[in-house]
């Protein structure tokens, strides 16, 4: 199960730092990392990335994964989270944007109206990723990141909706959004981008 | 009531834009000077505002005039609205007194029933009133937002009805607040007769500018395309065609149709932007506007539009805006180049700024070419969380699939990365290894690594020119050295105080954006 947890989280992000891969899995797994570096899964570095073996690894811990799930499920939580997400991606380009130009975050109002539809998403998705966590449990910590994101984003510090490379709503988001669509036996082609 | 509600646009209209909208004022100044433009009528803005208060008595108390209105359309085309043999098709569109191009509603090819595309099929070909029909429902079903009613009136009503609502559309009142344009008042609604780029090989539909709107050479310019309407053309869905290939295929429009432009051009005294429709071998023109222009037309244009007598010095410097200038004096991808080059791909502008670099498809090899120092642009068919390392490195980022929402343009911008995002499947095999440009402004890429540059207004002729014509009619005169006061910047407060101070003469480091704000303030005419 953690073989698996660290894997794809390293496979979501790419190229990952210990610290990150340590922040984003909410726990340090110095042994299971060594393990995987030691077997030749895991290519180490001034960050860790899968080898060609660890994304054939992967592949069959995911697929062992999905075997157990009820595809009903998984198929009726994507379904809501399809519906959620146009808002969120739209929620997030009015942040960046107001009237098609940079927003210079100087109308309060408009920023906070924002922020007020970022709370309703919110709620919405909840539901779905602990209806998903009830088929695949290891997907309850995006609930957990969504929530320390959204947390960080009340305290003021709003570089926590959409910047990458940290946990930020987008990034969680959008990495929730891939194992959804792996979950569900669906690609990003037949998906949107 | 000041005016009548519904003038006829006949060249005898006499009311101001205010009152026709730029739209019916400007075919009621075509018609008035006997160039070919269907027969049309306007609802006037004053209609247009009582209606956003009050509806449905608003459109009632005007119903007979429109219902006359179209009585004279039908005299002078020779044709009837709802019923054949030779049925009329009227287009409704919207027309502020300030043009605020795609912000608001049009409906073409209204007026359909079975008996009028009956009519129309044997009057033109089978296909022909089907492709026009259709046209009609999938443009109503999208704007009235609701299936077309069998009653061509209903379907005027509606439509009128609609194109006045979409003053306040969320898209206009955004437009305005832009370009600090007044959100009170209403839109004028413009009635025209039909005519078809659609009904056979030896039609079409395009618009023409009587100068080069982005370099500003005085050329023509401008795209059509042969057997369409003008809605696809302004879509951008399909491929257009350069004015030239015009030429070659109808040389007598084509000379018809600039010599109207540049008629146009000399009685508004301005560049013209004309919408055209060609209907078997016949031009009609549907409407002209003065011509959105870049910042190097704007100067360039204004000098040719003077040294044509034209315009007079101090219209000369009205017509460029101080934020021309200090566009003009950023680094920038000039027009001109970016003409020069190949387009490549276009795509949906997601993260401004321009950058070039060699083309990677694949994240590892994108990181490895950054690494030996290579500038890299990277394409994708689309991007997710774990391309980011790649995006990172990248100076401009290029998607096959994906809106202005999707992930690429979200990060694109978060990062600061020139980005054209949606330029279709395919892309990334052609761009791969080549070296491009990504313009995250425009929404191109283009062959070559394009250098970006910037005006001067010491070296840069057209300003040279300008600031001497500037020194002539400014009370301020600005110059680069001399032994004046000097004026720390060109703001208008410190303008204001220098003039204030009874100065004539001062030395600014920008003597022209000192002078047109001087200009500005004093309101020279």
Redesign the interface.
Known sequence: MTELAVLQAV?????VSRDDLAATLGGDFVDVVDRLVGSGLLLDGPTLRLSPEGRGRLEGLLADERSHVDTAIVLAAYDEFRSVN?EF??L??DW??K????NTHEDVGYDAAVLTSLDDVHRRVTPTIAALATQLPRLSRYSVKLQTALDNIHAGETMWL????IDSY??VW??LH?ELILAAGRT??TD?? | MSTRPVILLDGDASSPPEVLGHKGHGIDMMRRNGLPVPPAFCITAEVGARYRAEREATVNAIWDDVLAGMRTLEAATSRTFGRGPHPLLVSVRSGAAVSMPGMMDTLLDLGFSDDVEKGLAAEGSAEFARDSRRRFTESYQRIVTGPAPDDPYQQLRAAIESVFASWDSPRAV?YR??HGLDDRGGTAVVVQAMVFGNINANSGAGVVFSRNPMTGANEEFGEWLPGSQGDDVVSGTVDVQPIATLRSRQPGVYDQLISAASLLERLSADVQEVEFTIQDGALWLLQKRAAKRSAQAAVRLALQLLDDGLIDEAETLRRVAPAHVEALLQPSLQPETRMAAQLLATGLPAG?GVASGRAYTE?DAAIEAADRGEDVILVR????????????VARGIV?E???????????S???GRAAVVGCGSGVAESLAGKVVTVDGNQGEVREGSLQLSAWSEDNTPELRELAGIARRVSPLRAHARGDYPRLDRHTEAEVRSAMASGHSDVVSASPLLAMLAAIRLSGVS
């Open positions: 496979r979501l992000k790419g190229r146009a991606k739209a997030v380009t960046q944007l009237d098609g130009q940079p959409a910047r990458p490379l987008h990034t959008f990495e891939e990003r082609e949107d981008a | 955004a607040a832009h401004p994240v068919n689309h991007t997710s969380p774990d391309d980011i390392h790649g995006m990172l998607t699939t994906g809106g202005a929402t999707s992930h690429a343009a979200v990060v911008r978060e990062l």
